[in-house]
Nanobody, 123 residues
Framework: QVQLVESGGGLAQAGGSLRLSCVASGRTFSTYAMGWFRQAPGKERESVAGINWTGGFTVYADSVKGRFTISRDNAKNTVYLQMNSLKPEDTAVYYC????????????????WGQGTQVTVSS
């Protein structure tokens, strides 16, 4: 089982940027596709972005396409989420997790989550 620690969240103004990081423990990290998910207060958790194990395939939710970029560094057991042109509706707790990817969908591979990192975007 992979254990994950997210960081990099904080307060940003609309139009600003943040970069999230997710460090994984375990030697099998590089074999997993990974995803970023988020949950806003009172809402269900939703998928944001996913990346396959090589980094050569990525999927994005329509709401973040063109603004967010997911990447990974398997040598550092880390997956990143670069968030640009932030909007108030991006405010949520962001989680990373192993994921199943399809051409248009990202779903969590396991029902296991870290503590997440809070992103708050002010207007």
């Amino acid at each position: 089982q992979v254990q994950l620690v997210e960081s990099g969240g904080g307060l940003a103004q609309a139009g600003g940027s943040l970069r999230l990081s997710c460090v994984a423990s375990g030697r099998t990290f590089s074999t997993y596709a990974m995803g970023w998910f988020r949950q806003a207060p009172g809402k269900e958790r939703e998928s944001v972005a996913g990346i396959n194990w090589t980094g050569g395939f990525t999927v994005y939710a329509d709401s973040v396409k063109g603004r967010f970029t997911i990447s990974r560094d398997n040598a550092k057991n880390t997956v990143y989420l670069q968030m640009n042109s932030l909007k108030p509706e991006d405010t949520a707790v962001y989680y990373c997790a192993p994921a199943n990817l399809r051409s248009r969908s990202i779903t969590p591979a396991f029902d296991s989550w870290g503590q997440g990192t809070q992103v708050t975007v002010s207007s």
